[in-house]
């Protein structure tokens, strides 16, 4: 082994040789994620702001993908499709629970809602769940 040459720095714990740090400028992780690339929810997000064209009322209307899913959604669940509905009131409630409870209030609970409306809502979901477990 050849003998070290003298250094007039110390090397040790956190004092690495000069020769391998890193150089001014230079980032540890050089090939690591490229700047300007995005991650998935960016793309998510981009995605979904993208605008359509469609048709509503014989008129013709510029709007997001956002939105545009959400009407399917919507008209879908009017239609009786069962798992369109499960999906409408899943995001209903994850809207209401991340708004808080103020905002439980102005949109109308099932404590607000009187029994002739309650009574409703149970012939509904009983008819949706013999629909169900039938078909």
Excluded: C, W
């Excluded at 998935?40 to 981009?46: D, K």
């Excluded at 409408?88 to 808080?100: K, M, N, W």
């Amino acid at each position: 082994m050849p003998p070290e040459k003298p250094r007039d720095y110390e090397v040790g714990y956190g004092k690495p040789p000069r020769h391998t740090r890193f150089k001014k400028g230079q980032s540890g992780n050089g090939r690591g994620r490229p700047s300007g690339s995005k991650n998935l929810a960016t793309l998510f997000t981009e995605a979904l702001n993208e605008t359509v064209s469609v048709v509503e009322n014989g008129r013709r209307r510029k709007i997001t993908k956002r939105e545009a899913v959400i009407a399917q959604l919507v008209n879908k669940s009017a239609g009786a499709d069962l798992r369109a509905i499960k999906i409408l009131f899943d995001v209903q409630q994850a809207i209401e629970t991340r708004s808080g409870p103020d905002a439980a209030g102005a949109t109308g609970s099932s404590a607000d809602l009187g029994q002739s409306d309650q009574a409703i809502i149970d012939r509904y979901l009983r008819k949706l769940n013999s629909r169900g477990t039938n078909g």
